[in-house]
C-alpha cells in the first residue's frame, strides 16, 4: 500500500440547521484502491461525498486529496477545481448532448481523441453520436464513468451508481465497471446501501450508521468480526441469540464456547452459513424454507423456543414440519449487550 | 432587483395620490356606498365567470386527456385557443351583433369565453399525469359512471383546480376592454372612467388600491394552491391512461366543446369575417400594415427584454430556494395583482415625470411591458428549469466547470424550449395588451389593439375588421402551434 | 426648469401684457388681475399672423379621429413648416392624459371634440391664454371666458324626425314628455353628444330639475341606441318617430345616400335647452416648450381654410367670421342656443351617475 493516500478524511463533522449528519468521520482511500462507504438510506452517505466533491461545506474536520488540503473550516477548493469525478446514481447524462459531447464535457475542445478513447475504454465504439435517450441504462451508466474518467481525476466517486439498473443486469455492468475502475488505476470511492455489492467490490468498506464510522476494514473482517450487534445485523445473515457468559465461557443453544467477556448477559452471532443439518445436533422443527436456486434457508424452531435461519444445499431442504437435527461449525462471534 | 423596483413602482404612486388629500378622504371615500357596490360588482361578476369557467373546464379537460372522445387531440388545441382572444375583440363581437347584451350578462359570457382556458390548460396536464390505476379502482368499486370519474379526477388535481380558478378571478378582475366595451361597472372601468373625465385622480387611486388589495389577497392564495399543487403532482408513475369510453356520454360532451369553441372562437371570427367582407376596409393596406409592425414591434421586443429579465430571477428561484430568491420571485408577482389600467394610468404619472426622455416614446412602453408580463415570464422559465435534475450542474462543477459556464452550457441549452416558449407567451400578451398601450404609445404610432379600440369605442365596423382580423391571425396562429406542441 | 413666457390678454384689443407663468402655478388662467411683471426678454407678440415666428415641431393631443384631421394638419404643415406630431384618442381620455402628465406633459397642443375636455384643462390651469388676434376671429361665447381655449367648429342639437309620422314636430324637449311621444323617440344613452347636452341641463336647470326632465323622459319609454347615426336611421326608416341628435347626422346620410333615400328631417330647437351648441375646440399648454408653433396651429384651425374643411366635411358651423356655413343649415344666428359657459360641461362623471340613477343608462 502507498504511504500517502489519495484521499484523506479527518474527524468530519457536519450539520444541517440543528441536525448532526456526520460526526467525526475518518478514513484513508489508498491509491488506486476501491473504497465502500456502506451504509442504510439516510446516514450521512451522500452528505459525505457531496462533502468530499465539495458541494457542501465542511463544519468540521478535514479533506485532502493527494495531500492538497480541499474542505475544512477555513479553506473550500470549488468542485470545479478538485480534479473530483463523479457518477451519479441515474447516470445524470447531459440529455442535450451526445455521447461523445457528454464525454469531452469536462476537456478542453478538440480533445476528440481522448473521448474516442474513453469511448473506446468502456465498450460503446460506434455510439458516439447518439443521444443518451437513444441508449440503455447500462450504457448510460458506462457514458457517465466515461465522462468522469476523461480529465484525469485523483478520484472518482460513484453514488449508488448500479441502483437503478435492473437487477439481472447489475452484477455485470458493475463488474465491468469496477474492471475498467481497477485496469486505470483510479482511486475510486463507491456509496452504496447495498452490502453484498460493497463486499464483493471493495478493497476496503466503511460503514457508516447513524452519521458515525461503525467500522472500517477489509470486507471479510467485517464479516467475520463485526465490531457491533449493529454491523453484524447490516452485514449479511445473521441469528443473534441471547446467552449468559460464565468465568470466560458462554453457553448458547447452539453450543458452548470460551469467551472474553465479564460475567452476565451477552450476545451471540452465528451466521446461518455456520450451520448444517446433521444428526446427532440441536433437534428443532422446521418453520419455514426458502428456496434460491443453487441453495436455500431454513428456519427452525429449537426445542428451547428460539428460531435460527440456516443455509442449507438444496438437498437437504426439508418441507415445513419436519424434525431436523441442527450443528454448528467453527466459533460464534459474542458481544456485550 | 431592478426589476423587482419597476414593479412596485406604481404601487408606491398609488399610495402617494390616494392618501393626496389625506387620511381621512382616504377613508371616506372607501367606506362610500358606491365603492362598496363596486366591490360587490365586481366580486360577483369574478366570482360567476371562476364559477362558469370550473363548469366547463372540468369536463371538457377530463374528456379530452382521459376518454375516447372524438378528435380529442384536435379539441385539446382548439379548445386552449381561445387564450389568443383578445377580451375587447370578442365583447365588440358579441355587442355589435346584439346590443342588449350590455352589462352584466355581456361581460359574463365574454370573459367566461376568454379566461376559461386558465383553468382549461393547467388542468389538462394534471389530468395527462393522474394515475390511471384510480380511474380502475374507481371502476373495478362500481363507481364507474363518467360524472362520478369526473368528479373522482377533479378532487385529486383540487390545487390545480385551485390555482386555475384564482388565475381567472384574477383575470376578470384586471380585464378592461370587455368590461369597457360592455359598459359593466367594475373597478377598472370605474377607476378609467374617473381618470378619463379627470377629475378625481384621488378616488382613481383609491379605487385602484382596493383593487390591488383585493387581486393580492388572490396571488397569495394562488401562490399556495400552486404549492399545493405541486406537491399532489410529483407521482413519478406517467403510465399513459387507457381512455375511457364514454358511451352515452359522449353526445353531451361534444355538444359542449361544441358550444364553447363557437362563442369563444367561431362567432367573433364569423363576425370579422362579415365586417372586413360587408364593409370592406376603410383604411389602406398601409395602416393595417404599420399598426401590424408598431404591434409587432414592441412587443417582440418587450417579449426579449421580459425573458432577459425573467432569466435569472426563474433560474435563482428554481435552482436556489433561498430567501432572497424567493422575496425576489414574490415581488415581481405582486405586479400580477396590477390590472392593466392601474400599470397605465401611474406610468403616465411617474413616467412624464421620472422617464421625461422617454416618455411617450418606444422605451416607456416596453418598461411598462416588462412591469405587467415579467410574472409570466419568470413562470414560464422557472417551471422549465425546474425539470432540470440539480446533479446535472453537480457533474458539470465536477467535471471544472465554474458556475457561469455550467449556466451556459447546462442550463441555458436545456431551459431553451421553456425560454423559447416564455418568449412567445409575452409576445402574445403585448399584443392583445390594451390598457397600457393605449395610454403609453408612443406619439405618432398605433398598433393593432389600439386602432382597433378607437373604431370600436365608435361602433365602426368597417374601420374595425382589418385590424380585428389582423390581430386574430397574429395571435391565435402563433398560440395553436404553441398548444399544439405541448 | 423655470422659464416666462407672455401670455395676451383679452383686456383691450391690442394692449399687450405679459404674466409671469410658472411651472405648475395655478396663476395662468387670470391674465387680468396681473399687468405688472412684464418681462423684456422675450419679443412682444403682436395681433398679427401668429405663425410670422414660428418654425420647428409640435405634438398634438387630438381628440379629432386621425381620419378627419390628419389632412388638416398635413395641410397645416406644408404652409408653415411646423411639423405636427400628433397623439390621437378619446378626447375625455386625452384630457385625463394632460391633467395626470400636470405640468410637465408634452403637448404643445390639446384640440377636443367637445368644451368639457377643455374645460377640465383650463380648470386644472395647465392651458395658457390663446393669442389675441385668434380669440377674436371667433365670437367670445364659444370660447373660454378666459381665453384660454377657443372653439372651432360648433354643432347644434336637434331633433330628427320622420314627417311621415310626425305632422307638427315639437319645439321644445319638454313636449317630448307628453305621453303620446311614448315609445316613439330615439336616443344614444352612451352617446358624447347626449351627454354633453344632459350636462347643459343640469348646468341650466340644476340637479333636482335635470333629474326631474330626465325622469319624466325615462317613463316615456324612449328606444335606445347604440349611436346617433343608428337614432336617425331609426327615425327615416320609421322604427321610431323621432330622435334625439346632433344635427349634422342628417346631411351627412344625404350626403351618402342622396337627398331622395332621406325622409327625415331636422328640427331645431331656438330658445329652447334641447338646442344646446356644443364646440370642438383647442387650446395651448402653458407648458408647451415650442409656444409659437402651438399659438400658430391654434389660429390655423379658425382659419379659412380650416374652417371651409370642417363646413365642408362634417357639416359643423365655422366659428370663424366670414365663413359660410353649409348651405341647407339654418343661419347659425338664429340657432339662439341656451346660454352657457361650454367650460361647465366637464362635470361628465356626475351626468353618467345621473343617468344610471334614473334608469337612462345601463352602467
Known sequence: MNSRPTLSVCDLSKKFGKVDVLRGVSFDAPEGSVTAVLGPSGQGKTTLLRLIAGFERVDAGTIEIDGTLVGSPQVHVRPDRRGVGIVPQEGALFPHLTVAGNVGFGLPRGSRARVDEMIHLVGLDGMADRRPSEISGGQQQRVALARALAPSPHLVLLDEPFSALDAGLRAGIRDEVIGILRRTGTTTLLVTHDQEEA????????VLLGGVVAQQGAPTDIYDRPASVDVARFIGDANLLSARASNGRVTHSLGEQECSQPDGDVTVLVRPEQLAIAAGGRSGVVERRAYYGHDGTLGVRLDNGELVSIRVPVDDLAPVGTPVEIVMRGQATVFSP | MLAAVASLAPLAYLVDVAFDRGANYLWDEIWQRRTFDLVVRSAVLAAAVTAASVVISVPLAWAVMRSDMRARRVWRVVLALPLAVPSYLAAF????????????????????????????????AAFARLDQALDEIATVHGRGSVARLMMLSARQCRGTLAAGSLLVALYVLSDFGAVAT?????????????????FNPTRAAVLALVLVLIALVLVAAEAMARGRAVTTMTSRAVIRPRPIRLRRHAVWLQALAVLVAVVSLAFPMWRIVVWVTRFGTEDGVGDVASALWGSVRYSIVAAVITVLVALPIGLLVARYRTRASLLLERSTYVTHALPGIVVAISMVFIGVRVFRPVYLEAPLLVLAYVALFLPLAVGGIRSSAEQIPLGLDDVARSLGSPPMSVVRRVNLPLIAPGIASATALVTLAAMKELPVTMLLRPTGSETLATRLWTYTTVSDYAGAGPYALAIIVFVAIPTAIATGRR | MFRSRRLVSLTGALLVVGVVASCGGDDTSTPSTDTSETTATDTVPVAGDPCADASGSITVYSGRSESLVADLYTQFTADTGVAVEARYGDSGELAGQILTEGSATPADVFFSQDAGALGAVSEAGLFTTVEASTLERVPAEFSSTTGDWIGASARVRVLVYNPELVSAPPTSIDELLDPSWSGRIGFAPTNASWQSFVTGLRVIRGEDGAREWLTAFAANDPVAYEKNGAVRDAVNAGEVAIGLVNHYYLYEKIAAEGADAVVAENQYLPGDVG????????????????????QCLVSYLVSEAAQTYFTTTTFEYPLAEGVAAFESLPAFDELDPPAIDLSDLLSIAETQELLADVGLLTL
Open chain 1, 199 to 206: 463486499m464483493s467490490i471493495a478493497d476496503h468498506v466503511v
Open chain 2, 93 to 124: 363581437a358579441w355587442i355589435s351583433w346584439e346590443s342588449s347584451l350590455a352589462g352584466f350578462w355581456g361581460a359574463f359570457l365574454v370573459l367566461t369565453a376568454v379566461s376559461y382556458p386558465y383553468v382549461y390548460l393547467p388542468l389538462t
Open chain 2, 182 to 198: 360592455m359598459r359593466y361597472d367594475a373597478f377598472t372601468w370605474v377607476i378609467y372612467g374617473a381618470y378619463r373625465a379627470g
Open chain 3, 275 to 294: 338646442g344646446l351648441v356644443n364646440v370642438a375646440g383647442a387650446g395651448v399648454l402653458s407648458n408647451s416648450d415650442n409656444s409659437r408653433g402651438a
